[in-house]
């Protein structure tokens, strides 16, 4: 505890000491071209959820949180130190302005989504919170270790230490456990994956361009098969638990944001019929909440077992 | 024509049984289709083997057995409480507009299927069940014995009032538990569609417990309802106690109702629609009504489901969908020919 | 002669005290309604003085200025106070438009489907085409028109009866519920979220475009009311012939159901279909004027009470969640009628 609360006043401090120190003008220039410009660092952040979650790791503790779920949910959250950090918002569209207010920020960070034209927690919170200062942040494409180094970019910008022994080590384990998995993928050149999302309705295929981690998969050898018909905004084939076989992967990959997905696809008598499913050549998918190294390194591990010990032999 | 002939009766009588049989004719023409047709292309011939001669290596037997056979027997089940409910509703409110979602009973059991899956973390289908029945049973209670306040009783205006009253209180619970919690928003958004697919046997087994006691105790209030379309006077002066012939049809409507949510979502329009359907074949005689819209109500389901199962390969749209545009023009086509507000 | 004299003596003897009745409800709901305004402004988590509250309001007329505060007090307070009170307003007369008109408590727009058509559409510019902002509010706005013309429509039957268009409206109201939860399975969490978000009604990040827009609305709106309800009450007292006469009815009718779905539909494109307020402004201004008058103005204030309350309630009652405004009305709403049921003892009398 002592140590934890230690840790973080260090970081504390060393997020507020550039700013104190040097009154030089601060820029940052989004993904969408438009460059927010101020007086000095800005050291009081008031982040989303996301934007958090990729921060903290890189020593950037936002002064307040506004999250689309209660903090305990949000699965981009998870193992983050949260203390001292004000949340002013646990449901969709909904932030608390004078809790933000008083907070007197000097930069909001989210994450921008160019296919939805909008910036995380949607536009209800971010005119709501616009008045108070700038809003910036890294936007969303088609990778997350791209995403990560944005991060590092407007982290190391906003004054992070990022050769601190800590960040760095999050660096290389994620190094590692990358290596790891390329060394996995050219192993086994035959071996096919599929990305799912089980519904109690209905089979959802994902598409891998509608995903950024799946891309990146993608770019280190996992041969992920693409859906024939995806739907008119390119992220999943809605396949009828009838035609559950229309795809036979040697590995299943399944959206991991909750636990509920796997018992839903593990209820249907006709899961099996794929011969992964039968074969237990199931893994998980961090689907869409990936944004630090150590989560990345975490779920890549687990990945890379699944892929040593699938058979890339079982389906032709 | 004061006094119809007996012969004029007794036609009619025997019209309206042999009705009843085409009408279980079809039920099983739909059962048919419902086991035939899907988002799988599956032959005749295999269908039948799968039937006499089921193999568990055959991909397309093990389908029939699995989805489709869990799916039928549920979507009739389900049908037919949807349709018996709505009737007994109708029937005992002499409301023109009672049906379980509009007397806040559907709202009752998703808000408690909502809290299962936000507060407890409860997932399975299985449990919805008892969590939907718990709700819907609540609900009704609740509806009632607010409408059945003051001198008049529960009079069809103040029943819908506070089923409207129920339903929107009910869902601005829902609402603000879905905007809270993104993990159960995921969950139930499929759940509240209403839907018949990825149900297996073991939800039927569990809600047909309650259906065989719905059905006995709506076949059962039939005279009782045509006592009281006449009028609670005349019901009265018939020697019929009017509170208990109500709290009995309200019973076995909200365990009807309870029991269908619970095994496919809350499917809206077929309570409202195959009544009104019925009593245009039948006429205003409950001892018709009721079984007419026990037959009717699982025809105008699987149908549905089958249409929905093939409209969009190799996808399925969900029944609770196509019921409504199926039959939302009826019910609209029916209110625009009859004089409804006289039940 | 005497009984006669007597008669109107009584008669001008029940107006007057009608007309006391009359205002002295108008005098409470607006006293109620300014003290509840007033809370508004001062309640927060950005504690400002009372004294400050007011300094600020005055502001722009003595020109002394404090950043942080005149923030909070008059670019958030004020506005989102101010448009709760105009939608509560226009939510309001759209519903007792629709109740007097079809003689019918449910017949309010959340209930015979025009609030629905407005969601459909809005939840299909969300989902479908990716829309946002005011794309959505000018595609609900056109949902609830097209809704209300195609109930009136299927209701044309040599006339529109009331059973007729509640019924139709309810069929309607299913059917776009149905397409919403279709599109609400085919979308994904994120955007099913932003369309639930506005399904609910929210007066966060309530700006000066809203209330301009509301405003200029209510300014043609609110004559409108006025001209066609006394048109309807002299029609209705005069002694034309019977057909001129329904001719005339039935052309203020139809005048006015356009102003009560125009009510609703800005409303809705401004917050969104926030339930309820629209179904029980009417009821309970006319459970308090017991009789006393068709309760128009007085339902337009409860309106606005209701709305503000509800959102002062859904801002404040739990201390780490700010609820959408649309949560707590369905639920103030909904006990506020069942308690009305509750103590009614006239059956059927509720509207």
């Given at each position: 505890m002592t140590r934890k609360f230690l840790t973080s006043l260090v970081f504390a401090t060393l997020a507020l000491l550039p700013g104190a120190a040097s009154a030089e003008p601060w820029g940052y220039t989004d993904g969408t071209g438009n460059t927010v410009n101020l007086d000095a660092v800005p050291t009081r952040i008031i982040a989303s959820q996301d934007a958090a979650a990729g921060l903290i790791p890189l020593g950037i503790r936002p002064v307040g949180i506004y999250a689309d779920s209660p903090v305990a949910d949000a699965k981009a959250l998870q193992g983050l130190d949260l203390t001292g950090i004000e949340i002013i918002g646990q449901a969709w569209g909904e932030v608390d302005i004078e809790k933000a207010a008083a907070l007197a920020p000097d930069l909001i960070i989210a994450e921008y989504w160019p296919l939805d034209k909008a910036w995380s927690g949607g536009e209800d919170v971010v005119n709501a919170l616009s008045p108070l200062a700038p809003i910036t942040g890294v936007t969303q494409g088609d990778s997350v270790l791209a995403l990560i180094e944005d991060y590092e970019a407007l982290a190391a910008g906003l004054g992070a230490d990022l050769s601190k022994s800590e960040i760095a080590a999050d660096k290389r384990a994620f190094e590692t456990s990358l290596a790891a998995f390329k060394a996995a993928t050219s192993a086994k050149p035959d071996l096919t994956a599929l990305a799912v999302w089980a519904g109690p309705d209905a089979l959802y295929v994902a598409a891998t361009s509608g995903a950024a981690e799946l891309v990146d998969f993608k770019n280190w050898g996992l041969n992920l098969i693409d859906p024939e018909i995806a739907d008119?905004?390119?992220?999943?084939?809605?396949?009828?638990?009838?035609?559950?076989?229309?795809?036979?992967?040697?590995?299943?990959?399944?959206?991991?944001?909750?636990?509920?997905?796997?018992?839903?696809?593990?209820?249907?008598?006709?899961?099996t019929l794929m011969k992964a499913a039968e074969a237990v050549a199931v893994a998980d998918w961090p689907a869409f909440w990936l944004r630090n190294y150590r989560a990345y390194a975490d779920e890549l591990d687990k990945l890379t077992a699944a892929i040593n010990a699938a058979d890339e032999n079982l389906t032709q | 024509m004061v006094s119809a002939p007996a012969s004029v009766v007794t036609t009619r009588g025997?019209?309206?049984?042999?009705?009843?049989?085409?009408?279980?004719?079809?039920?099983?023409?739909?059962?048919?289709?419902?086991?035939?047709?899907?988002?799988?292309?599956?032959?005749?011939?295999?269908?039948?083997?799968?039937?006499?001669?089921?193999?568990?290596?055959?991909?397309?037997?093990?389908?029939?057995w699995d989805l489709r056979l869990p799916r039928t027997v549920?979507?009739?089940?389900?049908?037919?409480?949807?349709?018996?409910?709505?009737?007994?509703?109708?029937?005992?409110?002499?409301?023109?507009?009672?049906?379980?979602?509009?007397?806040?009973?559907?709202?009752?059991?998703?808000?408690?299927?909502?809290?299962?899956?936000?507060?407890?973390?409860?997932?399975?289908?299985?449990?919805?069940?008892?969590?939907?029945?718990?709700?819907?049973?609540?609900?009704?209670?609740?509806?009632?014995?607010?409408?059945?306040?003051g001198r008049e009783g529960a009079t069809p205006i103040k029943l819908a009032l506070a089923g409207a009253a129920m339903t929107a209180a009910m869902q601005s619970v829902t609402s603000a538990i879905l905007l809270t919690s993104p993990r159960?928003?995921?969950?139930?958004?499929?759940?509240?569609?209403?839907?018949?697919?990825?149900?297996?046997?073991?939800?039927?087994?569990?809600?047909?417990?309650?259906?065989?006691?719905?059905?006995?105790?709506?076949?059962?209030?039939?005279?009782?309802l045509d006592g009281l379309s006449m009028g609670e006077d005349v019901a009265r002066a018939l020697g019929q106690n009017v509170g208990r012939s109500r709290a009995m049809a309200g019973l076995a409507a909200v365990i009807l109702a309870g029991a269908a949510t619970a095994a496919a979502g809350p499917i809206a329009f077929v309570g409202l629609t195959v009544p009104h359907v019925a009593r245009a074949i039948t006429g205003p005689n409950y001892r018709w009504i009721l079984p007419y819209s026990m037959l009717l109500a699982p025809i105008l389901l699987l149908a549905a489901d089958v249409i929905g199962r093939v409209i969009a390969p190799p996808g399925e749209v969900q029944v609770g969908i196509v019921t409504a545009f199926l039959g939302a023009p009826v019910f609209i086509a029916l209110v625009r020919r009859r004089r409804l507000a006289t039940l | 002669m005497k009984t006669a004299l007597d008669a109107s003596g009584t008669v001008r003897h029940i107006r007057r005290r009608l007309a006391a009745r009359r205002r002295l409800v108008t005098l409470a709901?607006?006293?109620?309604?300014?003290?509840?305004?007033?809370?508004?402004?001062?309640?927060?988590?950005?504690?400002?003085?009372?004294?400050?509250?007011?300094?600020?309001?005055?502001?722009?007329?003595?020109?002394?200025?404090?950043?942080?505060?005149?923030?909070?007090?008059?670019?958030?307070?004020?506005?989102?106070?101010?448009l709760a009170v105009l939608t509560g307003m226009?939510?309001?007369?759209?519903?007792?438009?629709?109740?007097?008109?079809?003689?019918?408590?449910?017949?309010?727009?959340?209930?015979?489907?025009?609030?629905?058509?407005?969601?459909?559409?809005?939840?299909?510019?969300?989902?479908?085409l990716g829309m946002s902002g005011l794309a959505v509010s000018l595609g609900a706005l056109s949902g609830a028109i097209l809704t209300a013309l195609v109930i009136y429509a299927l209701s044309w039957r040599g006339g529109v009866t009331a059973y007729r268009v509640v019924l139709i409206g309810i069929g309607m109201a299913a059917i776009m519920s149905a397409v919403m939860s279709y599109l609400f399975t085919r979308a994904r969490l994120f955007e099913v979220q932003q369309a639930l978000g506005w399904l609910v009604g929210s007066l966060n990040a309530s700006g000066s475009d809203d209330i301009a827009a509301m405003a200029g609305a209510l300014a043609i709106l609110l004559p409108a009311t006025v001209v066609l309800?006394?048109?309807?009450?002299?029609?209705?007292?005069?002694?034309?012939?019977?057909?001129?006469?329904?001719?005339?009815?039935?052309?203020?009718?139809?005048?006015?159901?356009?102003?009560?779905?125009?009510?609703?539909?800005?409303?809705?494109?401004?917050?969104?279909?926030?339930?309820?307020?629209?179904?029980?402004?009417?009821?309970?201004?006319?459970?308090?004027?017991a009789g006393s008058g068709k309760g128009f103005p007085q339902a337009a204030i409860v309106g606005a009470l209701v709305m503000l309350a509800s959102d002062l309630v859904a801002q404040h009652a739990l201390p780490m969640v700010q609820l959408p405004v649309g949560v707590v009305t369905g639920l103030f709403g909904a006990l506020f009628l069942l308690w009305l049921l509750v103590v009614s003892n006239r059956a059927g009398r509720v509207n």
């Open positions: 008119d905004r390119g992220y999943w084939e809605t396949l009828s638990w009838e035609n559950a076989d229309k795809y036979q992967p040697d590995l299943i990959l399944v959206d991991n944001r909750q636990a509920a997905t796997m018992e839903t696809a593990l209820a249907q008598p006709t899961w | 025997t019209a309206l049984a042999l009705g009843l049989f085409c009408l279980v004719a079809a039920v099983v023409l739909v059962a048919f289709l419902s086991i035939t047709v899907g988002a799988r292309p599956i032959d005749l011939q295999t269908v039948w083997s799968s039937l006499t001669a089921f193999n568990p290596q055959s991909t397309d037997h093990r389908i029939i549920i979507g009739l089940a389900v049908g037919a409480a949807l349709g018996l409910s709505g009737a007994v509703l109708q029937g005992a409110t002499r409301n023109p507009l009672a049906d379980p979602s509009i007397l806040g009973i559907h709202s009752g059991a998703a808000v408690f299927v909502v809290l299962g899956v936000a507060v407890f973390g409860i997932t399975q289908l299985s449990l919805y069940v008892w969590l939907a029945l718990i709700g819907a049973g609540i609900a009704m209670l609740v509806v009632y014995s607010v409408a059945s306040l159960t928003l995921d969950e139930i958004r499929f759940w509240q569609v209403g839907s018949l697919a990825g149900r297996d046997m073991a939800i039927f087994v569990q809600v047909a417990p309650f259906l065989a006691v719905g059905v006995v105790l709506a076949l059962a209030s039939g005279r009782m | 709901l607006l006293a109620v309604l300014a003290l509840t305004f007033a809370a508004a402004l001062y309640l927060g988590d950005y504690y400002v003085p009372p004294g400050e509250v007011v300094r600020s309001l005055l502001s722009p007329l003595t020109g002394h200025v404090d950043k942080g505060i005149d923030f909070i007090v008059l670019n958030v307070r004020l506005p989102r106070a101010t226009s939510f309001a007369l759209s519903g007792i438009i629709f109740q007097t008109l079809l003689r019918n408590p449910l017949a309010s727009p959340d209930i015979i489907g025009i609030s629905h058509g407005a969601s459909a559409s809005a939840v299909f510019c969300i989902i479908a309800v006394r048109s309807l009450d002299a029609l209705q007292l005069g002694d034309d012939t019977a057909t001129a006469l329904g001719a005339r009815i039935e052309a203020v009718r139809l005048g006015l159901i356009v102003v009560g779905v125009a009510y609703a539909a800005f409303a809705t494109a401004a917050v969104g279909p926030v339930s309820f307020v629209a179904f029980v402004a009417g009821p309970i201004a006319r459970n308090l004027l």
